[in-house]
Each structure stands twice: as structure tokens, then as C-alpha cells.
């Protein structure tokens, strides 16, 4: 997605206008995520001025939509489809790229 945004443009209004892009209600599990100046993974601050983060001045801008916190119980805790295929997609995409470590034996088992 690509949005266009305005100097005193909030993380807040940022995010509201990706959720509402994407459908997605149940919005508290998840964040914007940006590689700061240091080369490090950081959360947006919603109730900052995005560019007054530590946002690498690039154009353009980049940023991650990913989940902040997992639910304990899937089944109980979520409603929206959109929502579980976004933890999937990211769990998956963790598996794949070894950032989330899943033995041959699990793999297996997943990709069935």
C-alpha cells in the first residue's frame, strides 16, 4: 500500500488509514513498524508526528504492518478472517525467513 502524507501527519492517522484500507476492526493486535536510523526495528508512535520519529528520511517512507501482540486462544479471541490470515501471514513469513525457529517435524505438519 502507498499513502501520501502530510508533515504534521500523526502515526495515529497513519494507521487508522492503512486499517480502514485493509478492512480490519479488530486493530489493537497490531502496529506500524520502521528500521530507525540505527538500523533497528522500532514500533511507530501513534501519538507522534511520523516525521518527527526516528523514520529513516527516505522517499519513500517505508514501514511494516505487523502484529505487535498474539492472542492466547485464536478460536476465542478473534473475529475477523482478515485478522487470522494476517497473524498467519506473518507467522509464515517468520518460518521462512528463520526469524521464528520451527523444527523439519512442525514444518511438515504446517504446510499440510
Known sequence: LEFAIQPNTTGKQLFDQVVK???LREIW???LQYVDSKGYATWLKLNKKVMSQDVKKE???QFKFRAK???EDVAEE???DITLRLFYL???N????DE???PPETSVLLSS
Open 69 to 71: 501482540f498474539f492472542p
Open 21 to 23: 484500507t485493509i478492512g
Open 59 to 61: 522517499n519513500p517512507l
Open 94 to 97: 517468520g518460518i521462512l525467513s
Open 90 to 92: 506473518q507467522v509464515k
Open 78 to 80: 478473534l473475529i475477523q
Open 100 to 102: 521464528i525457529y520451527c
Open 29 to 31: 493486535f497490531f502496529g
